[in-house]
């Protein structure tokens, strides 16, 4: 019989909030996961590149997703049993970063090296001998097409020289999927999900949250719960505004549109085998190899590209540009020798839920028992299950009366014990210069 009272409310049912759900079931609480959507991992989870790398700015990012890793690796002893559902595959590449002047790689090699993360040093002789299509000279800033004036469509005479390779990288086969094995872990060990039911308030009694009001199949319900955690992807703005928690958080989300490309490999190039990914700020594109010899691409937020903040997430302009297809066959094909560019577009149109400094928010907020996984920023698909850990470790601290905001809660990593400071994903941070921030993290 369906209970109207839980330990703890999820709103989403995306990777996050599905890996939020298990852990928190695994810790013995009766969570309630509620979804608009029919399935978990519909939203914007299913868009994901869902690229598993470490190549972040900050040691709790670095920390984080290298944690996170040895969960993808072994993801079927992580999830357990499910039946007959198939398991996410972690599919292995290399993940490159160009050694461009000033670039990326000199915030991440300090956090490698401080933590022990494995990583290649390759020359540039090196490199292009193991992938011999990439184009390696430095085109960089990253221009528009019409920038006739820019030096990036030029023929440069710098060149890098060399490559970060971390050699464990890769990504996951079926984003959705994986949101998907999460919660049907979570169902089997008790948890309850619902699907196309929508969050229409989220509710207060006594100062602090008393669970949630929805909109469902049967109608109207109200559903009480001392927990309620935010973890509404795009729509987490809209949720916190419902709480009326917005205004007391300094860090905050929006929604923002994002588009992904997918290329045919150039011709003779054996993409599926010998491809790699890459976090490329000379070129203003991320790519990783894409199943059947394809080339997935995205936007890595260069400074000449305008962002397209979204206000209302139910409604925005889900067709592929044509523009944008062109223009990032163009970017990538200066770093891929050779790539063909289809007058036919193909890709997909999608949100992330950005912050300014593009590191996500987990943390609790100023309503006592409503807690937020948000924020992730084009960058936190790797992290759903550490991230799942993380929220769970810090709201079962937060509820036995841990002061979070003047005490931070570390969680250590179960695989690799890193401390992970949840300090660097609260509502409230410092963040020295935003401006120099991307989908990187
Ligand atoms: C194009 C793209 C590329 C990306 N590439 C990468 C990558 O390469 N590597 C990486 O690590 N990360 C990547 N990400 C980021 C990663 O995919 C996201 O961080 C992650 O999927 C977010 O999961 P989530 O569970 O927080 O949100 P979502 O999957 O968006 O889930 C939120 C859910 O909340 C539900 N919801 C919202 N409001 C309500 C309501 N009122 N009532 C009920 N339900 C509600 C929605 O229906 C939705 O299902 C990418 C993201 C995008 C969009």
Same mark, same amino acid.
């Given at each position: 019989?369906?209970?109207?009272?839980?330990?703890?409310?999820?709103?989403?049912?995306?990777?996050?909030?599905?890996?939020?759900?298990?852990?928190?079931?695994?810790?013995?609480?009766?969570?309630?996961?509620?979804?608009?959507?029919?399935?978990?991992?519909?939203?914007?989870?299913?868009?994901?590149?869902?690229?598993?790398?470490?190549?972040?700015?900050?040691?709790?990012?670095?920390?984080?997703?290298?944690?996170?890793?040895?969960?993808?690796?072994?993801?079927?002893?992580?999830?357990?049993?499910?039946?007959?559902?198939?398991?996410?595959?972690?599919?292995?590449?290399?993940?490159?970063?160009?050694?461009?002047?000033?670039?990326?790689?000199?915030?991440?090699?300090?956090?490698?090296?401080?933590?022990?993360?494995?990583?290649?040093?390759?020359?540039?002789?090196?490199?292009?001998?193991?992938?011999?299509?990439?184009?390696?000279?430095?085109?960089?800033?990253?221009?528009?097409?019409?920038?006739?004036?820019?030096?990036?469509?030029?023929?440069?005479?710098?060149?890098?020289?060399?490559? !970060?390779?971390?050699?464990?990288?890769?990504? !996951?086969?079926?984003?959705?999927?994986?949101?998907?094995?999460?919660? +049907?872990?979570?169902?089997?060990?008790?948890?309850?999900?619902?699907?196309?039911?929508?969050?229409?308030? !989220?509710?207060?009694?006594?100062?602090?949250?008393?669970?949630?009001?929805?909109?469902?199949?049967?109608?109207?319900?109200?559903?009480?719960?001392?927990?309620?955690?935010?973890?509404?992807?795009?729509?987490?703005?809209?949720?916190?505004?419902?709480?009326?928690?917005?205004?007391?958080?300094?860090?905050?989300?929006?929604?923002?549109?994002?588009?992904?490309?997918?290329?045919?490999?150039?011709?003779?190039?054996?993409?599926?085998?010998?491809?790699?990914?890459?976090?490329?700020?000379?070129?203003?594109?991320?790519?990783?190899?894409?199943?059947?010899?394809?080339?997935?691409?995205?936007?890595?937020?260069?400074?000449?590209?305008?962002?397209?903040?979204?206000?209302?997430?139910?409604?925005?302009?889900?067709?592929?540009?044509?523009?944008?297809?062109?223009?990032?066959?163009?970017?990538?094909?200066?770093?891929?020798?050779?790539?063909?560019?289809?007058?036919?577009?193909?890709?997909?149109?999608?949100?992330?839920?950005?912050?300014?400094?593009?590191?996500?928010?987990?943390?609790?907020?100023?309503?006592?028992?409503?807690?937020?996984?948000?924020?992730?920023?084009?960058?936190?698909?790797? &992290?759903?299950?550490?991230?799942?850990?993380?929220?769970?470790?810090?709201?079962?601290?937060?509820?036995?009366?841990?002061?979070?905001? &003047?005490?931070?809660?570390?969680?250590?990593?179960?695989? +690799?014990?890193?401390?992970?400071?949840?300090?660097?994903?609260?509502?409230?941070?410092?963040?020295?210069?935003?401006?120099?921030? &991307?989908?990187?993290?």
């Amino acid at each position: 019989m369906t209970t109207t009272s839980f330990d703890a409310i999820i709103i989403g049912a995306g990777v996050i909030g599905s890996g939020v759900a298990f852990e928190l079931t695994r810790r013995g609480l009766r969570t309630l996961s509620i979804d608009k959507l029919p399935a978990a991992g519909y939203g914007s989870t299913s868009s994901s590149s869902a690229i598993i790398r470490y190549t972040y700015s900050t040691a709790s990012g670095v920390a984080m997703s290298y944690e996170g890793y040895h969960y993808w690796k072994d993801w079927p002893s992580y999830i357990g049993d499910i039946g007959d559902q198939t398991y996410a595959e972690f599919i292995e590449k290399p993940m490159l970063l160009p050694k461009t002047p000033g670039g990326h790689y000199l915030k991440v090699l300090p956090h490698f090296e401080a933590l022990g993360v494995p990583y290649e040093d390759v020359p540039l002789d090196e490199a292009l001998n193991r992938w011999p299509y990439l184009d390696l000279r430095i085109f960089g800033p990253p221009a528009s097409l019409d920038d006739t004036n820019n030096t990036f469509w030029g023929e440069p005479e710098a060149v890098h020289d060399g490559v !970060i390779v971390s050699p464990n990288a890769g990504y !996951i086969s079926d984003p959705q999927l994986s949101a998907l094995n999460l919660a +049907t872990a979570a169902i089997r060990d008790g948890a309850e999900f619902r699907y196309n039911t929508t969050v229409t308030s !989220i509710n207060r009694a006594d100062g602090r949250v008393s669970g949630v009001t929805v909109e469902g199949p049967n109608g109207g319900e109200t559903i009480a719960a001392p927990v309620v955690v935010n973890v509404g992807g795009p729509h987490a703005r809209v949720l916190n505004e419902m709480a009326g928690v917005l205004d007391s958080m300094s860090r905050s989300s929006r929604a923002l549109r994002r588009e992904v490309y997918i290329y045919p490999a150039p011709s003779g190039v054996d993409y599926d085998t010998n491809g790699i990914m890459i976090g490329d700020t000379d070129t203003g594109v991320y790519f990783r190899s894409e199943r059947g010899n394809n080339v997935l691409v995205g936007n890595a937020e260069p400074e000449c590209d305008e962002l397209e903040w979204v206000d209302d997430p139910d409604t925005y302009n889900e067709v592929l540009s044509e523009d944008g297809f062109l223009l990032h066959g163009m970017r990538t094909s200066r770093r891929i020798t050779d790539l063909p560019i289809p007058q036919r577009k193909s890709g997909l149109v999608s949100m992330y839920d950005a912050t300014p400094d593009w590191l996500p928010i987990y943390d609790r907020t100023d309503l006592d028992g409503f807690y937020v996984a948000i924020g992730t920023s084009g960058n936190q698909f790797k &992290n759903a299950p550490i991230a799942g850990h993380a929220m769970a470790e810090l709201i079962t601290a937060v509820e036995a009366g841990h002061d979070h905001d &003047n005490d931070p809660v570390i969680v250590e990593g179960k695989h +690799t014990g890193f401390p992970i400071d949840l300090a660097t994903f609260t509502r409230n941070r410092v963040v020295p210069d935003d401006t120099h921030m &991307n989908v990187f993290g």
